[in-house]
């Protein structure tokens, strides 16, 4: 069995939001609800955290 993308990018959010609040991630990765997706035999997270972003507005450059 191995990790599946989603899972992976589950991590690395995650990990990234430990080293931009100087955090501990432990408990996080511990609140990860995981299951198995039988047809790929990957592992999955159920509550993977969310991405927010701003809309920003496009800028031209004179």
Not at 41 to 50: F, H, K, Q, S
Request: proline share 2%.
């Amino acid at each position: 069995m191995k990790l599946s993308a989603q899972a992976v990018g589950a991590i690395m959010m995650v990990l990234q939001k430990g080293i931009q609040e100087q955090i501990d991630i432990t408990q996080l990765l511990l609140d990860f609800d995981l299951a198995v997706d039988a047809n790929k035999d990957e592992l999955v997270v159920l509550n993977a955290p969310i991405l927010q972003a701003t809309n920003l507005e496009s800028q031209t450059v004179n």
